[in-house]
């Protein structure tokens, strides 16, 4: 087998540095946004410039990259509501600088103990996914807030109550509404209205709020601040909790509304009950680099190290790009059949994980791929455990469940080298839909992402619901190793178009030299085991998408994948920190210290 030469990565091209100064407490303007960031002192990427600039706070008073991710996720909470907050859940990476170890939690929302494998289903069929979406029986039990705690114990230097303050401040100050936030408002306008506590926070009027008009949310000023004064007892088992529980058994619905609301079975048992988890990181390598990600329950880290081995066995340098993009598709393809097959919980389900992760069964998948012909989708899922070359085993499987498109990610570095790449989600664009009165965020609807029903007949599904399962997540925050220093991290979110965005961004930079926010930049495609690839606009306007065709590749049109962002360490000990150019408008990168 060809293997293809290991990777030094040296100077990335620099276009552009932007520094964002601490949050004001004056009136609110909007900030400005930067896709790329050089400097010192750390560094910082999300989706939103206020939430980058609560990471820059917390850094420049000397915070670590743990300290300053909370911070940046909690300020996310508040100008990125409908994909992120304390009502949901998410995995961090994190790359110690002191022990070169890299470290996982696994914040993922759990179902209640009254879930089980049929919770979903009416008389035997599937509810519609609709009303699953929008109802108290798809929310899961917050893991978030227990994310933030677990990751200052364990890395941080300050309190919840002091990485909390720029977020606080925020939600009560207001922030200066873009396009983003208004038209995800304007699409959800049906179902916020459904909602009381909903409506009368993110409609106000009965319109969503216009672009350029200043959004306030006290509520949730209010709970960040109890939460800063009383660490997490209020949530897990106190007064927010019982509003929590309350709001997921009774949907404070209109009943002038002409929608069924589903009651969910959460308690507040299910609350104290609820832990976070800390997993041995996925690992594989690849052209020479240590690349890290999240162990199951999500599937990002297997997905994408699966993938990454079966390209290993290819010098992706040398291909031309239609042969290149092609490798991609259809390793990734091969990628998801193996994950919807094995992946699920492993507190309750047998996952393979090293297996998966594998350079040997990687090898016997590699070779169902041909330069001149596709795979005919679903390709049928292997036996990990029992690697047989170019025999995929047992029956192609169904459809996956279907995973909302929204979530966040943000990358973090600081001044001392620790690295952190986190995803926080409440999984649909604005969740359950269901704000929690007076308190001031909506709730999840993740339980959705578990299969409503087994995907193949006769076949084990391991992503079925069952009482305090996690559902099966395709989130992949990612930290790459050079010699054992951080290199780059990266993630992003999209559902599982979040696997396919952070394969593409880490080939592009590794394989096809360019620099990270070029390869977050580059047009995307998503192959995910259908016949046919999502492809955005700008990714069949290429003159390769019909070279692609001409192989036999086929494609549905997709508006937008994914909003990633990433940061890099350079060999003078500079960081970069990358973001959109323009998907949601554009992300924002900054540095504490700009240097070119």
């Known amino acids: 087998m060809v293997r293809a030469r290991p990777v030094r990565i040296t100077l990335a091209a620099v276009t552009s540095c932007a520094l964002i100064a601490p949050v004001a407490q004056a009136a609110p303007q909007p900030p400005p946004k930067s896709a790329e960031a050089v400097g010192y002192g750390g560094a910082v990427s999300s989706v939103d410039p206020d939430a980058t600039s609560a990471g820059i706070e917390v850094l420049r008073r000397g915070g670590t990259a743990a300290d300053a991710a909370v911070a940046v996720a909690a300020a996310l909470g508040v100008t990125e509501p409908y994909s992120a907050g304390i009502g949901g859940g998410g995995y961090f990476v994190h790359y110690d600088a002191d022990t070169g170890e890299v470290s996982t939690i696994d914040g993922r929302e759990t179902a209640p103990a009254a879930a089980h494998p049929e919770m979903f289903l009416d008389d035997g069929e599937p509810i519609p996914t609709a009303e699953a979406i929008t109802s108290g029986l798809g929310v899961g039990v917050p893991g978030t807030p227990a994310t933030w705690q677990e990751a200052l114990q364990k890395w941080g230097s300050e309190d919840l109550g002091e990485v909390l303050r720029p977020a606080e401040r925020l939600a009560r100050d207001g922030f200066v509404v873009d396009d983003t936030f208004r038209d995800q ?69 209109d009943p002038a509304a002409d929608r069924t609301v589903r009651p969910g079975g959460m308690t507040e048992a299910d609350l104290r009950d609820y832990r976070t988890v800390e997993r041995e990181p996925t690992h594989v390598e690849y052209r020479g680099l240590d690349v890290y990600g999240m162990s199951p329950s999500a599937s990002g880290g297997t997905t994408v190290g699966e993938a990454l081995n079966i390209l290993e066995s290819t010098d992706l340098t040398e291909q031309d790009k239609t042969q290149y993009l092609h490798r991609f598709l259809e390793s990734s393809k091969i990628g998801f059949a193996d994950r919807d097959r094995w992946v699920g919980d492993p507190a309750f389900e047998d996952v393979p994980t090293e297996e998966l992760t594998g350079q040997e069964f990687a090898d016997s998948r590699a070779c169902l791929i041909t330069p001149d012909a596709v795979q005919p989708a679903p390709v049928a899922a292997a036996d990990p455990r029992d690697p047989r070359p170019c025999e995929p085993q047992g029956p192609a499987r169904g459809g996956a469940p279907y995973e909302g498109p929204n979530t966040t990610h943000l990358t973090v570095a600081d001044a001392h080298g620790d690295v952190v790449s986190y995803t926080l989600t409440i ?170």
């Open 185 to 253: 408002t304007a699409d959800n306008q049906e179902r916020f209205s459904a909602f009381p506590a909903t409506r009368d926070l993110f409609l106000p009027g009965g319109r969503p709020p216009a672009t350029g008009s200043v959004f306030r949310n006290p509520g949730l000023a209010e709970t960040y601040r109890t939460l800063a004064d009383e660490g997490l007892d209020p949530l897990y088992r106190g007064e927010i909790g019982a509003d929590v529980v309350d709001t997921v058994r009774n949907p404070p619905v």
């Open 427 to 596: 999984e649909q664009t604005g969740g359950s839909g269901i704000t929690v009165p007076g308190r001031g965020f909506l709730l999840n609807n993740e339980l959705t992402d578990f299969s409503f029903a087994p995907t193949t007949p006769g076949e084990p599904d391991p992503n079925l619901p069952g009482p305090g399962k996690r559902p099966r997540s395709s989130i992949s925050p990612t930290i790459v190793l050079q010699d054992g220093e951080p290199l780059l991290a990266a993630g992003s979110p999209g559902g599982s178009t979040i696997i396919t965005t952070v394969l593409q961004v880490l080939t592009g930079r590794l394989d096809r030299e360019l620099s990270l926010v070029d390869a977050i930049a580059e047009p995307r495609a998503s192959q995910r085991n259908s016949t046919a690839t999502e492809a955005e606009p700008g990714f069949l306007a290429q003159p390769e998408a019909d070279k692609l065709r001409g192989i036999g590749h086929e494609f549905a049109p997709a508006e937008e994948i994914g909003a990633a962002t990433g940061v890099e360490r350079l060999p003078d000990g500079r960081w970069i920190a990358a973001a959109e150019k323009q998907r949601r408008g554009g992300g924002s990168a900054a540095v504490v210290d700009p240097a070119f």
